[in-house]
């Protein structure tokens, strides 16, 4: 059988209920912290222990911020049920707390700025420098978001500027060869053509031809036998015969 309902009332021994006090306030700011990781709750918890010790949690947001939405809140609701009347009588009344809230808000970004550090305990101070840590690890990760941001855009840049380039480079190239071919057909075109004369045959195979062709002659004798055999007038026998 499972166990009974403990009836809730005052322990009446000293030391037990010191004990008891410390065990359920130690559980009362762990469950606080975990609802307020599990959740992402905004949590303040406040407890005055019998000699009028305080024990206090809060979230990341301070203590002071999350009674002042409290307030706000309350004093919310409270002027859903006044009238006319007592709601200016409320604006009266809320002229100090808005004066104390101020000047409290000037005090604390007067110790963020680092002056007014005298009158801070030491878990104030604690306090004071979680904040500021916090504060410098969300500035440092926006700046380095915004250099790495930077550092991409520019390699993109580089990138389309190494791709034009190239083009450009290929254009060149195509350009160059195309006029060193439109060269090499003016000077096709520009250079004289030699004409080809006829080959001369005088009494044998003797071939003339120009621009370094083998000039063919032919023997002596062949000569001299084809020079009979042809029918030469009277007139140049005297000359053959010297020849």
């Known amino acids: 059988m499972g166990r009974g309902r403990v009836q809730l009332k ?9 004990v008891t006090f410390s065990k359920r306030r130690a559980g009362l700011l762990k469950k606080a912290h975990e609802i307020s990781v599990l959740c992402d709750a905004e949590v303040a918890l406040i407890v005055f222990s019998t000699k009028g010790k305080l024990y206090e949690y809060s979230t990341e947001s301070s203590m002071e911020r999350i009674l002042e939405r409290y307030e706000r809140n309350a004093y ?11 709601l200016q009588g409320c604006w009266s009344l809320e002229y100090p707390n808005l004066k104390s809230r101020i000047e409290v808000l ?3 970004i007067r110790n963020f700025m680092g002056g007014d550090l005298e009158p801070l305990s030491l878990r104030e101070l604690q306090y004071l420098e979680q904040q ?9 990760n926006r700046k380095n978001q915004l250099i790495h ?19 450009l480079a290929k254009k060149l190239k195509e350009k160059e060869r195309t006029v060193t071919e439109q060269q090499n057909q003016m000077a096709q075109n520009s250079s004289p053509l030699m004409p080809t004369f006829p080959s001369l045959t005088i009494g044998g195979n ?38």
């Not at 919310?76 to 007592?86: H, I, S």
């Not at 500021?132 to 440092?140: E, Q």
């Not at 120009?210 to 029918?231: A, F, K, L």
């Open 10 to 18: 005052r322990i009446e021994n000293k030391i037990s209920r010191q």
């Open 76 to 86: 919310v609701e409270q002027q859903l049920v006044t009238n006319d009347a007592e």
């Open 106 to 108: 000037e005090k604390n």
């Open 132 to 140: 500021i840590d916090t504060s410098l690890k969300r500035l440092r």
């Open 149 to 167: 941001e930077s550092i991409s855009d520019l390699q993109k840049r580089e990138r389309a500027l190494q791709d034009q380039n190239n083009m």
């Open 206 to 243: 003797i071939q003339v031809m120009m621009r370094g062709s083998i000039i063919d002659e032919p023997d002596e004798n062949q000569t001299r036998q084809n020079m009979r055999s042809t029918v030469v007038p009277w007139w140049m026998h005297d000359h053959v015969n010297h020849s």
